[in-house]
């Protein structure tokens, strides 16, 4: 299933870097949405973009910062991580982002490693 | 608040059914999914009700009362491939917000 790529799978990178991830969709969807998933939590929503439109921003940190050039690909752009940044980056695409059935798939994830 | 509670980690014997349950207490309801997550691997979609009773797909079940806010996915004939993690995500109105627990770790013995 390669519906949804995302590079890297894993990343390492120190408190002084800067790294993006990219996520890139194949399925003609027009929403697409960043999640954080740490051991034993609930998925956390960070963004979400319709039609290359940000409709969501969670109370995320500056230090993440999304971009969404057109509906198939996704970017999230790393500076200054903290050690407890560390965790999946899931990315997701559905068709729309409202009605109550649509469904999200997901991206294989960057596991990252803040040092 | 919004919630949803699934047990951490369950174990179960290859060949046999396991019942992986989800209660959630949120502000509205409107569907919920059940998501398969293999190690290092994206979730995968496996079922999604919204109206009570249960929906079956080969050997996978997904059961569903509005009323007791519980959900609950039965596995049959379990594989070793079965092994991954299963979550389960509540949409509480029209838009895209799933609220999501954390998942229960299933692991499948010989």
């Known amino acids: 299933e390669t519906g949804v790529t995302q590079t890297p799978r894993h990343l390492v990178m120190g408190m002084t870097n800067k790294k993006s991830l990219k996520c890139e969709q194949h399925l003609g969807h027009n929403a697409m949405y960043w999640y954080k998933q740490s051991a034993k939590k609930p998925l956390e929503l960070m963004f979400v973009?319709?039609?290359?439109?940000?409709?969501e921003n969670n109370s995320v940190p500056s230090r993440f910062s999304p971009e969404c050039p057109n509906s198939s690909h996704l970017f999230l752009h790393l500076h200054t991580l903290q050690p407890e940044d560390s965790a999946l980056y899931l990315c997701?695409?559905?068709?729309?982002?409202?009605?109550?059935?649509?469904?999200?798939?997901f991206g294989p994830g960057t596991r990252l490693l803040v040092l | 608040g919004q919630n949803i509670d699934q047990p951490t980690e369950m174990t179960a014997t290859e060949g046999a059914i396991v019942q992986i349950n989800c209660t959630y207490q949120?502000?509205?309801?409107?569907?919920l999914f059940w998501y398969q997550q293999h190690a290092g691997e994206a979730p995968t979609f496996l079922s999604y009700n919204v109206l009570d009773g249960l929906e079956e797909k080969g050997r996978f079940s997904s059961f569903l009362s509005r009323s007791k806010g519980y959900s609950y996915l039965l596995l049959k004939e379990l594989q070793m491939k079965d092994s991954a993690s299963y979550l389960c995500a509540v949409r509480k109105d029209s838009n895209y917000q799933l609220i999501w627990g954390a998942g229960t770790k299933l692991i499948i013995k010989p």
């Open positions: 997701a695409s559905s068709q729309d982002f409202s009605g109550a059935k649509e469904t999200q798939y």
């Open positions: 973009y319709s039609l290359e439109e940000r409709v």
């Open positions: 949120t502000s509205g309801f409107n569907g």
